[in-house]
């Protein structure tokens, strides 16, 4: 497999390993004000990502094709939707700011439900880097192997951030540091393998290419809606959180208008 590939489908799984190890110069706590923003500049990241990474090649990918537009985007988003809903109902997680786990009942422990959340909030973002690297690795005019490295970067950039905020709740849970890195880092493993995974699929159904870019986009729109809207937007200054989807959409916009 190619070097520059792997290394590719990597970068996000890096933004997440450097974030975890901010458990061990930080405090045992974030500031609530300060996840708020990194909740919200997550969620922005992930929304500029989902339209000018997936679905505007969906459609027009799906043009060239002599295909109906907007059907590929339409049907492909809400398999998406659809497939991360049924995850977040089998698979035992729990959101930070909750005691009360989702998905089937398990004995598991606390924490082990938190990296559950996050590694299930990971899959759509493995997918999203793993179909746009499948378009340039297949020549198609509208994914550039610049541009799938620019969605790679841009989704290490929120997962930076990410990473900080599963490690320092896991260590306030009383796992140490190193088991709290590990943890949070981990979470993110999920991503590379993901994107290997999705890249095969791809390479294999040529023709459904324009459905595996809006799948992945229904994916982290779920993700978007269901988890960081909400916990950016829980309790007191909301507006923090809102500052932050605004500032999170435009770095990923920009990086992908002048990079991609």
Known sequence: MDISLVAGVMIPFTGTMLGS????????????QLEKLLLGFAAGVMVAASVWSLLMPSIEMASEQDKIAWVPAAVGFILGMAFLLLLDSVIPHLHLDTDKPEGLKTRAKKTTMMVFAVTLHNIPEGMAV?????????GNAQITMAGAFTLALGIAIQNFPEGAIISMPLRSAG?????????????????????????????????????FLSFAAGAMIYVVVEELIPESQAGEHTNIGTIGVAVGFVVMMVLDVALG
């Open 21 to 32: 190890a901010m458990v061990f110069f930080m405090r045992n706590q974030i500031n609530r």
């Open 130 to 138: 793993g179909v746009t690297f499948a378009g340039a690795l297949l």
């Open 175 to 211: 796992a140490s540091k190193r088991k709290a890195f590990v943890y949070g880092a981990l979470s993110g493993l999920v991503e590379p393998i993901g994107a290997l995974l999705t890249i095969w699929l791809a390479q294999l159904i040529v023709p459904l290419l324009p459905y």
